[in-house]
C-alpha cells in the first residue's frame, strides 16, 4: 500500500532515468569516477529531493530543511546530479565535475559547494555528524524537532569501526529523527562484501544496537517512500533503513560488476563492450529504459 | 628581567611559587564560555574528570555528551553539531584525540571548516608513570600541518583558561594543549592574552640581549628560570611565551631575534615537526639565525617522575642553558 500515486511513481521513476544519464555524462566528461554506486542509488535520490525531504533549492540554508549528510563521497556524481535536477545549480554545471576550479570537487567539499551540508570521502564518518547535528538540534528543539537527518551510507563502509561508534551513540541518545539509509550493493572495491569482509546479517547488526529496521527494494519507488515514511514515524530509536540495490543499476553490462565500482564509462571492462563504445552504449540502455516506464516520459 | 607590561606574578621565582595543573584552567575557562554563550556544547570520551570537564557537565547536562570511549567519534560527532551552530570542545587525552583520531579531525572538522574546539590533555612527557603509550609528544605536529586549524599551547592555567574563553570566542578550529601535571604560574588574571599574539616575558635591563629562547607550554618557566641565571651572569636572553604556535607571531619573534641573532626553542614535544620546526621555517625564510632545538630528540618517553623524565629526555633546565651557550658559540665563530 503505497502514499504515491501511478502519476507521481512514473514521474520519479523518469526523473531518475534522467539522472543516471547526467551521471553517465558528467563522468565520461571528467575521465574519472565512481559509476556503479551513483547509478544504484539514482532511485533513492530521487526519492529524496523529489518527495521524501522538506528542502528548498532556491533556499538551500533554510533552516528547518531536513539534512542529507552523504558518508560515502564517492558517489557524489548522484548527489550533484539530483541536485541540479532539483534546481540547486544548472544542469551545465555537471560538466564540471572533477575539473580545476570546479564547485563539483572528485568528493564533495562544503567549502566549495556551501550548499552541502557535510564535506566527505574519507568513508565512515558521515553517520557521526549526522548524529552530531541531530544531537544539537534537540539541544535547540528536544523531541519537538521538526526536522530529519538522513544519512546515506554504503554497505562496504560499514568496515569502518567508527560507523560503529555512532551507532552505539544514536541507539544511547535515542534519536529519533536520524534516518539511515543503507546502499547494500554487496560490492566493494577489492570485490563482492561478503568476501572482503562479512558484513552477514546487517538487520541483526542494527537490530542489536536497538536501531528500528527495515530492509527493502531499493528500486522500488513505493518501497523507498513508505519505508521513510515508516522511519519518520518511529519515535524512540534512530532508524536504519538498508536499500537492497543492484550496482550500475539501469546500464546491464555495469550491472552487479564490482569493476564498474570506481571507473568512468570509458574505462571499464570490456566484457560487453570496447571502451570506445562504453558511453554511447550506457546511454542508449537508459534512452531505452526510459521508453519502457510504463506511461512513457512525458 | 621580567617584563612589567606582561603583569607577571610576582613570586615565579620563589621557592613557594604556586603551582596548578594546566587543564585545570581549561574546565574553569570552559565553565565561564558555556554561561556566556549557550551554543558552547561539551563532548567526552570517557575522560570527564582528568579532561576537567566535569564542572561543565555538571552545571549543563542538557549540553554535555558523554561519547564513551570512542575517540573518532568524538571529533565527527562534534563536526556535525558545530553544522548546526554549536561551539563544541571536545576533551580527551592528546594522544587519543587528535592522536587517534586525526583524519576525523582533518576532514570532519577543518576540511569542513567547522569551530570545533580540541582540548588535548595530558601532553607532552610529564605525564609521567602512565609511560610512552600515553605521553603524546607529537600532537603539535599532527595539528600545526592541517588548514583552518589554529594551536595553542598555553603555559600555565590562568592562560589556559583565557585561551578556552578565546577559542570559544573563535569561528575557527582549535586545538588547545593541556597538561596534567601542576605547573608553576607564570601569568596573572591581567597579562595580555590573543590567539596568535606571542608575548615578551623577559629580557635583559643591563646588557645588550644575545639570544631569544621561545618556548612553550609548561617549559616556558624552565626558560625564564635560564634567562634568569644566564642574566646574573651577565649575558642577556630574552624569553618569548610562544602560547599560539599557528599562525606564528612573526612579528614578534623577528623582532627578538633581529636583535639577538640566535634563537633555542623550547618545548615538550618531538623536535621533528614541532614549535621549533615552525619558528625554524619562519626564520630560515626571513632571518636566519644559528638555532639550537630543546625538545624530544625522535624517541618515546618511558615511565618516571615528571620532572625525571623531562631532564632524561633533555628538556630540563641545564639542557636549556646548554642550547642557550651553543648558539651563543656558533654566533661567534
Known sequence: MSNLSDDKICELEQTANRIRQSIIAMLVSAGSGHTAGPLGMADIFTYLYFGGMSHDPKNPKWTDRDRLILSNGHICPVLYATMAHAGYFPLEELETLRQFGSRLQGHPHREFLPMLENSSGPLGSGLSQALGMALADRIDYGKQSRKFFFCLTGDGELNEGQNWEAIMMASKEKVHNLIVIVDRNNIQIDGFTEDIMPLNSLRKKFEAFNFHVQEIDGHNFEAISDSINQAKAVYDMPSVIIAHTIPGKGVPFMERDYRWHGVPPGKGPEDFYKKDEQNAKAIDELRSLGGKIKCGDK | ?333
Open chain 2, 1 to 333: 628581567m621580567l617584563i612589567t607590561e606582561q603583569k607577571l606574578r610576582k613570586d615565579i621565582f620563589d621557592e613557594k611559587n604556586e603551582s596548578v595543573a594546566i587543564r585545570v584552567g581549561f574546565g574553569l575557562g570552559l565553565l565561564e564560555a558555556a554561561k556566556k554563550d549557550e551554543r558552547v556544547v561539551g563532548l567526552c570520551a570517557d575522560l570527564v574528570e582528568s579532561t576537567k570537564m566535569e564542572d561543565f557537565a555538571k552545571e549543563f547536562p542538557k549540553r554535555f555528551f558523554e561519547v564513551g570511549v570512542a575517540e573518532q567519534n568524538l571529533a565527527s560527532v562534534a563536526s556535525g553539531m558545530a553544522a548546526m551552530g554549536k561551539i563544541p570542545f571536545i576533551s580527551s587525552y592528546a594522544m587519543f584525540s587528535p592522536g587517534r583520531n586525526w583524519e576525523q579531525i582533518r576532514t570532519t572538522i577543518c576540511y569542513n571548516d567547522v569551530p570545533v574546539k580540541i582540548a588535548g590533555s595530558h601532553a607532552g612527557i610529564s605525564v609521567g608513570p602512565d609511560g610512552g603509550t600515553h605521553q603524546a609528544v607529537e600532537d603539535i605536529a599532527l595539528m600545526r600541518v592541517i588548514p583552518n586549524m589554529i594551536v595553542i599551547s598555553p603555559c600555565d592555567s590562568v592562560e589556559a583558561k583565557k585561551a578556552t574563553l578565546a577559542a570559544a570566542g573563535n569561528d575557527k578550529p582549535v586545538y588547545i594543549r593541556l597538561a596534567r601535571e601542576a605547573t608553576p604560574l607564570i601569568t596573572t588574571e591581567e597579562t595580555p592574552f590573543e590567539i596568535g599574539k606571542a608575548s615578551r616575558l623577559f629580557e635583559s635591563s643591563k646588557t645588550k640581549n644575545s639570544v631569544t629562547i621561545i618556548a612553550t607550554g609548561a617549559l616556558v618557566f624552565n626558560a625564564l628560570r635560564v634567562a634568569q641565571k644566564f642574566e646574573a651572569e651577565g649575558v642577556g636572553v630574552i624569553v618569548i611565551n610562544l602560547s599560539t604556535i599557528k599562525p606564528l607571531d612573526k612579528k614578534t619573534i623577528l623582532e627578538a631575534v633581529k636583535e639577538t641573532k640566535a634563537a633555542v626553542t623550547v618545548e615538550e614535544h618531538q623536535i621533528a615537526g614541532g614549535m621549533g620546526s615552525a619558528v625554524a621555517e619562519f626564520l630560515a625564510q626571513t632571518f636566519p639565525v644559528p638555532m639550537d632545538f630543546v625538545g624530544v630528540n625522535d624517541v618515546f618517553g618511558q615511565s618516571g617522575k615528571p620532572q625525571q623524565l623531562i631532564e632524561h629526555y633533555g628538556m630540563g633546565e641545564d639542557s636549556i642553558y646548554n642550547a642557550v651557550n651553543n648558539v651563543l658559540r656558533r654566533k661567534h665563530d
